[in-house]
């Protein structure tokens, strides 16, 4: 079941890059209406739970507001890691914008010795090396074809963007899951990142 969730997770991704091309929207456009859809089902839904069952009423009440307000935080960092990502699918080819943008475990690796310290393992090096290479070989092949009018590289620097952010969306939340449930979490961040990407857009 769980390589089953896995190989739905990795269609997903590999689908959102071509939905995006399709609805021909600027990037942090067709971010929003991603988010705001998803608010539109999960605030109506965390109320009504959020009254009507007791031991999510008590559980809700008992979360901190330092765990509401990494939950926004990562929500923004999200928004962003959207708007960007979205942008370089319409800016580059969707294969480079998809391999940059899911560049993330490099910075959460980074990040985590950074700021937690907490030293990767030498399998973080090896496979940091690895990335790293083809991502400069990608990016080397799109700067030698300046007239390729897919091969933006300020797509690819867009959707390396979008990686850190998605980094810095997991670094933020790694340790609130501890105090607030699935729904509370993912209906915080939502509305962070709909209020962001809302502000973009304007």
């Keep these: 079941l769980a390589y089953a969730a896995i190989i739905a997770a990795i269609s997903g991704i590999a689908w959102s890059a071509i939905f995006i091309r399709w609805s021909a929207l600027p990037g942090p456009s067709s971010a929003f209406y991603r988010v705001f859809i998803a608010a539109l089902v999960l605030v109506p839904w965390w109320l009504i739970t959020g009254l009507t069952i007791p031991k999510r009423r008590a559980r809700i009440a008992g979360t901190t507001s330092r765990a509401y307000l990494l939950a926004l935080c990562g929500g923004v960092f999200f928004g962003l890691d959207l708007a960007l990502y979205n942008t370089a699918v319409m800016r580059t080819t969707a294969t480079t914008a998809t391999l940059f943008g ?7 690796g980074i990040g985590t010795w950074i700021f937690f310290r907490r030293r990767p393992q030498p399998r973080f090096w090896i496979g ?3 990335a ?3 991502a400069a070989i990608l990016m080397i092949a799109n700067a030698s074809r300046p007239a390729e009018p897919t091969g933006d590289l300020t797509g690819a620097l ?3 963007g979008a990686a850190a ?3 810095a969306y997991l670094l933020a939340t790694e340790h609130v ?6 729904l ?3 209906t915080v961040a939502v509305v962070g990142s709909v209020l962001t990407l809302l502000v ?3």
């Design 158 to 160: 867009m959707a390396i």
């Design 184 to 186: 509370t979490f993912s």
């Design 200 to 202: 973009v857009c304007l």
């Design 132 to 134: 790293t290479g083809g």
């Design 102 to 108: 899911n560049n993330s475990p490099i910075f959460v």
């Design 165 to 167: 952010f998605f980094a």
């Design 128 to 130: 940091l090396a690895l």
């Design 177 to 182: 899951r501890e105090e607030m449930d699935t």
